[in-house]
């Protein structure tokens, strides 16, 4: 599939060559750079990317699950051009930033306050300083396998090789990144996802030290790896027992898998939220928000500043997004597309004979080429088919599909824009490719 997808790309292959002359890797982003080269893209409107070379492709991508709304969705660009000739950026206090922040608080009913940001690595970012400033302990614990950004203190066993995990219940502290340095590393623990008794052993054991405990509800970052049942929960009631500040970061949940995401959908409070991706409608904006107490301390000596943070335009597009375009027969119709998608795939897979698992929580899903439902970071290294992926990927792209984003951990996004029939294409696609894979 991969000598297919080079005929199709020749334009993008040279296009890329000449990035690369000027960007690192040819890529604003490293993790968009993959092999043998990624097409380039020309446009996007709808639930279409078209590329440098004429093609066409569905795309169930959505910017790596930034664009709840689709491509180009009327209602957001008129939103922003209306407000361009108003000024994108004023340093001064207005009443949009109230009205976006309002709308976030609509959804999340345990968020008091909220500040904007311009990323969900910085969300993640500031979210972290306000819950170490509010406990006064330095400590952060955060899961194996989970992704919060590109900060130093995400930056440690996201992604740890299969030769250096360590003990499934006390995983290894993995900085991921030269340039990040080691001491960051004794400010961070890292537990394993869906098991509470190791979570609380951690706690036992640097009882007084770790201040924050942040969490993706659904580890976005490894598939679709689902809590089990109680386990959000059950980190509410540590955390509580431990004084530690519970973030939820939803900068791929949040408004997405519903309304007021995670913390809504499995009815869990954390004292923190981190938002971006899908508030923005593909503007560059992110949130966090939380208690009034823990979100207090910014207005006493933590600090969070930023030029561009809540300017007027991402406030109105946030505004735009949460009040007229995720609506709730939205979600209906998005979360009707994700069965319906689910239900293809494991028929086509059965008539097949190929072995995979669908997992999907509305509109996030994928198709993993496993035997079984992957519950933790172990999981996902040990028995996933990765190079099976790989070829379902090349597969897909040559049927006119991007079914997400490039590797086999990463989910499709079903937007507002995408109809019945383009969820039968995406089905179409993997139908055609099937037989062939299964070989
Ligand atoms: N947290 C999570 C859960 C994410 O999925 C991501 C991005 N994939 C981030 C944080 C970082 O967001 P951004 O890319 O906007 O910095």
Redesign the pocket.
Known sequence: YEARYRERTAESERAYERLKEDVPAGVA?TYRAWDPYPFVVDRAEGVHLHDVDGNAYVDFDMN??AGMVGHAHPAVTEAAADQLSDGTLYTHPHELLGEAAAELKKRWSMVDKVRFTN??????MHAIRVARAYSGRDKLLKIEG?????HDY?LISKSTPAGQVGHPKRPNKVVESDGVPDEIAETVEVAPFNDLDAVEEILEEHVNEIGALIV?PVV??KGVTQPYDGFLQGLRELCDEYGVVYIF?E??TGVKIAPGGAAEYYDVDPDLV?M??GIGGNFPV?AFGGREEVMSVIEDHTAHYGTYNGNPLVARVVKTVLQDVLTEDAYHHVNDLGERLVAGYEDIMADAGITGHVENVNSQGIVSFTDRRIENYRDFLDHVDVEFHENFWFGMLNQGVVPHPHDASQQWTISVQHEKRHIDEHLEAFKEIAPRLAE
């Open positions: 982003s790596n699950g990323s969900g690595t910085e969300s993640t989970a992704y919060h950004g590109v995400a993706e976005l970052a970061d900068v791929k981190t971006a991706k992110g």
